[in-house]
């Protein structure tokens, strides 16, 4: 992808046009493109015009590290959502920011819940959610991606930088077509994520994908792993690394193992990848494994939990009470003196993603309480900076080129 020459005032009231949607609480999107309530606008994507790039001493904390706040999206499977948020609050003992949420959740503490009024499309906040970041956990900052479905999600795509004009945060537009559910750290700037990166980003090399990782989010080192499917159609329906592993601490790593193909061999791969391994913390990897499954085409992960200051809020599934206690324990084994509170997520999986997926943190913030005349209406309106959509194949058939695979939902 190319810049444009060109800053170009744009209002995400008007650029979405043909690919908008009527958003229904009880029929919500699922985590890939319904091609028959969606259409693509045929736009390139739009990145935000910000500052160039984060200090050098910015880093994205590992989930396991303190959360001041987690973020979530109000369209759809909100009973889960409100449990999220009852946990995240309580036991959690972080913030709950709730982006076109009501004014109030039940359960969710006045004091700990900021209500953000800003258009959706979809409840995925982990995909296109802003990256948080800090130096000395004291200066937060969102780096803001472009969602691999920016030609039908432009109120998604356009929430990291709204979010942060609302809560009075840095943003920082990076030109990199990248899910948050296929982002995975340590404390010690190592990323974890899948190939699929490298799929959606086709235009560029893999130097210069990782060049513009480790610029931006501050990593020294990149790992990368196959997902279930590769190199074809993801088999979750997403090719996101939390779909089947999750690091429980620095040397720690959790991940789903199943009978069935073409997830029992992903997930070997991933195993012996880690199997004899030093972590950066110099201790040795230890492997915890918890059970997955598919049925009727979706898959049932544990991984896609959510860790907030030593609460494991992970999902539950109807029916699997011994999978679920399993699942339990392997938290428990990995992370010391944890609080694992189930939510049920039956809804949600068979859409492509449960707990991770609806959910964003952000590190821990300076206190700050915000005004209600901060809270805006409506999208507003920012300089943005139009970027060339890639046009080289997106696989080694050659069949499609990278936005005609965006089109069609891959």
């Known amino acids: 992808m190319k810049r444009s020459k060109n800053f170009l005032a744009l209002s995400f009231l008007t650029i979405f046009t043909s690919g908008a949607f009527a958003l229904d609480l009880n029929n919500p999107l699922p985590n890939w493109v319904d091609q028959k309530r969606e259409r693509a606008d045929g736009k390139p994507p739009v990145v935000a015009q910000t500052k160039a790039a984060p200090p050098v001493d910015f880093h994205i904390p590992a989930e396991y590290e303190p959360v001041g706040a987690v973020v979530i999206g109000w369209a759809g499977y909100t009973n889960m959502l409100a449990k999220i948020g009852q946990a995240v609050t309580g036991p959690g003992k972080a913030q709950l920011w709730g982006v076109a949420a009501p004014a109030s959740i039940q359960g969710v503490p006045a004091a700990s819940y900021s209500r953000i009024a800003a258009n959706l499309d979809t409840v995925w906040m982990r995909d296109y959610g802003p990256f948080g970041l800090s130096a000395g956990m004291n200066r937060p900052g969102i780096v803001d991606t472009i969602y691999r479905h920016y030609q039908y999600r432009r109120n998604d795509d356009a929430l990291p930088a709204n979010l942060a004009k609302t809560k009075k945060i840095d943003v920082f537009g990076l030109a990199l077509i990248l899910d948050g559910g296929n982002v995975m750290v340590d404390s010690k700037n190592n990323l974890f994520m899948t190939k699929r990166t490298y799929v959606w980003n086709s235009d560029k090399s893999k130097e210069q994908v990782d060049s513009l990782l480790k610029t931006y989010f501050g990593v020294k080192n990149i790992y990368t792993f196959d997902y279930s499917g590769y190199p074809g159609e993801p088999a979750d329906g997403t090719g996101h690394i939390d ?4 690091l429980l601490n620095d040397h720690t790593v959790l991940v789903s193992v199943a009978d069935t193909e073409p997830f029992k061999s992903n997930s070997e791969k991933a195993i ?5 391994r030093t972590a950066a913390d110099g201790e040795p990897f230890k492997v915890i494994t918890v059970k997955g499954w598919e049925d009727y085409g979706a898959w049932y992960t544990y991984t896609n939990s959510l860790i907030v200051n030593k609460v494991a809020i992970i999902p539950s599934y109807a029916g699997h009470m011994a999978e679920e206690a399993a699942a339990k324990a392997a938290y428990q084994a990995g992370i ?12 949600s999986i068979t859409a492509g993603g449960s707990i991770h997926c609806v959910t964003q943190t952000i590190p821990v913030l300076p206190g700050r309480v915000l005004k209600a005349e901060e809270i805006f209406t409506g999208k507003p309106e920012f300089i943005g900076v139009p970027v060339d959509a890639a046009i080289t194949p997106l696989r080694g058939t050659g069949n499609y080129s990278a936005v005609d695979q965006l089109i069609r939902g891959f």
């Open 243 to 246: 779909m089947f592993m999750k």
């Open 272 to 276: 012996a990848f880690f199997k004899g």
């Open 336 to 347: 010391s003196g944890v609080t694992v509170v189930p939510v049920p997520s039956d809804d």
